[in-house]
């Protein structure tokens, strides 16, 4: 059963009607099954408010996300401070290619802002993104057999987050001298992200000679071959 009713809007206190259901029978019998408070001007405006709120909190999620994922120092970079080649580089790729971008080259050039702009570029279409560096993967491997099972955990679960990300930043490879353990856990990062189609990108200051002098001959090669031909190199 239909019937019209007359109301004062409780937002903007004038006069409004509509047409409300209402029970047909029972204790409730000609009574509204869902009552309307404010007219549909002040309803389109409050839908409106709260989408905008939503929006908001989403934005403030992904800030609050991308800073957990980016250290403060490489949240503001103009770009065009860096090096043309890798302006174009950053312009040209995108977060569809299987292959990642490699930066080597001497300290202070920019190589980390170029690569963290690669990975926000990313993260702004949704691809989950993860970083490390070569320091904080060694500790990671460390703590894998730590005495602590909150340690151990954490370990775990970074390096399975590292492994599994869509895209990933590996900062500073070269950078301190790898255990043997933390090669292993490389060699197999490296292995199943490239087998994977997973995009790398990473930063050197060393070539591939000097990065090769210091893994071990069994790991070093396999390494290095595998950020070569999954990576275009500048």
């Known amino acids: 059963m239909m019937k019209l009713v007359a109301k004062i809007c409780d937002q903007c206190g004038k006069h409004f009607e509509y047409e409300s259901a209402c029970w047909e029978s029972g204790p409730r019998a000609g009574r509204e099954i869902l009552s309307l408070t404010s007219c549909l001007d002040c309803h389109e405006a409050r839908c409106h408010e709260y989408e905008n709120q939503n929006r908001a909190l989403k934005s403030h999620h992904r800030v609050e996300l991308w800073n957990r994922i980016c250290p403060p120092q490489y949240r503001s970079t103009d770009v065009l401070l860096l090096p043309a080649t890798y302006r174009d580089v950053i312009a040209e ?117 000097e990065l090769l002098s210091r893994m071990s001959p069994d790991r070093g090669e396999p390494i290095l071959r595998r950020l070569a031909e999954f990576s275009r190199i500048v």
């Open 93 to 209: 790729w995108t977060p569809e290619t299987s292959s990642g971008i490699g930066f080597v080259g001497s300290a202070g050039i920019g190589k980390t802002r170029a690569a963290f702009l690669l990975l926000k570029k990313s993260f702004d279409t949704g691809v989950p993104c993860q970083y490390i560096n070569a320091v904080i993967f060694n500790e990671l491997v460390v703590q894998m057999f730590s005495d602590s099972k909150e340690r151990r955990h954490r370990a775990l679960d970074t390096l399975h987050a590292i492994r599994t990300s869509r895209v990933l930043l590996f900062d500073d490879l070269g950078k301190g001298k790898l255990t043997e353990r933390a090669e292993t856990e490389l060699y197999s990062l490296l292995e199943h992200r490239t087998s994977r189609q997973l995009p790398t990108h990473w930063t050197a200051n060393s070539n591939g000679e």
